[in-house]
C-alpha cells in the first residue's frame, strides 16, 4: 500500500477483554515501532523491529503488552486484560532506515483509538 | 533524564499573523530533532530533521530552526489550513527511542 495502514481505526473493549491491534507497514521498511498516544501527553514508545533482530521491548509498561512482526512484515499488538488505563490512541510507524542512523524519519498510520470500558 | 518540552500548549492565530513554536530539549548525544505535523484523527507526519546547532530548514510558510537547547518552529503568515498540533521529537543516543514532546495545537482562524 501507500502507507502505514493500521485496523481497526475504533476498538471498544470491556475491561478484563483480550485485544489485537494489527500494523502493515510500508513495504520494504525493515524498522517498525509501536507508540501510544493518551490524551494530553506525548507519544510513548512501546516497542521497535528490525528486521530480524531481536525486538526493543523496553517501553512495554507491562506484561499485558506484548507485540510480534510476522515475516519482517505485520505486526501484531496484544493487550491482555486490558484495563482502564489502556485506553490511547496506539500508532504504528514505519521506516526504511534502522533507528542507529541518523535519518530516523518516521511514516506513521493513522491510529486505533481503543476504549475500555 | 532526557527530556522534550514544547511550548506553548496552544497557540491561537489570525490568519497572516506570524508566530513561533518553541521546543527546548535536554537530550544527551542529541542526534537529530524532528518535527511533525498531526492532523486530528492522523498520524504525526514528518516535517524536518535538524542536526545540528544553527542549521535551518524551510517548507512553504514554515521554518525550522536549532540551537544547542532548543528548536523554533516559526510560521510565516500561517493559513487556517495550517492549524494541527506541532510535535518535536528529539533522537538521542544511537538504539534509543525518539523522545517526543507533548505538541503545541495551533489554530489559525481567517
Known amino acids: 500500500g501507500a502507507g502505514v495502514s493500521q485496523s481497526p481505526s475504533n476498538k471498544v473493549t470491556e475491561k478484563g477483554k483480550d485485544v489485537e491491534l494489527r500494523c502493515d507497514p510500508i513495504s520494504g521498511h525493515t524498522a517498525l515501532y509501536w507508540y501510544r498516544q493518551s490524551l494530553g501527553q506525548g507519544l510513548e514508545f512501546l516497542i521497535y523491529f528490525q528486521g530480524n533482530s531481536a525486538p526493543d521491548k523496553s517501553g512495554l509498561p507491562s506484561d499485558r503488552f506484548s507485540a510480534e512482526r510476522t515475516g519482517g512484515s505485520v505486526s501484531t499488538l496484544t493487550i491482555q486484560r486490558t484495563q482502564q488505563e489502556d485506553s490511547a490512541v496506539y500508532l504504528c510507524?514505519?521506516?526504511?532506515?534502522?533507528?542507529?542512523?541518523?535519518?530516523?524519519?518516521?511514516?506513521f498510520g493513522s491510529g486505533t483509538q481503543l476504549s475500555v470500558l | 533524564e532526557d527530556q522534550v518540552t514544547q511550548s506553548p500548549e496552544a497557540l491561537r492565530l489570525q490568519e497572516g499573523e506570524s508566530s513561533s513554536l518553541n521546543c527546548s530539549y535536554t537530550?544527551?548525544?542529541?542526534?537529530?530533532l524532528f518535527w511533525y505535523r498531526q492532523d486530528p484523527g492522523k498520524g504525526p507526519e514528518f516535517l524536518f530533521t535538524?542536526?545540528?546547532a544553527g542549521e535551518e530548514k524551510e517548507k512553504e510558510r514554515l521554518k525550522a530552526t536549532l540551537t544547542k537547547k532548543e528548536s523554533f518552529l516559526h510560521i510565516t503568515a500561517p493559513k487556517p489550513e495550517d492549524s494541527a498540533t506541532y510535535l518535536c521529537a528529539g533522537a538521542g543516543q544511537a538504539g534509543t527511542a525518539l523522545i517526543f514532546g507533548k505538541g503545541t495545537t495551533l489554530s489559525v482562524s481567517s
Open positions: 510507524a514505519s521506516s526504511h532506515y534502522p533507528r542507529q542512523g541518523v535519518n530516523e524519519k518516521l511514516f
Open positions: 537530550v544527551s548525544g542529541l542526534r537529530g
Open positions: 535538524l542536526y545540528s
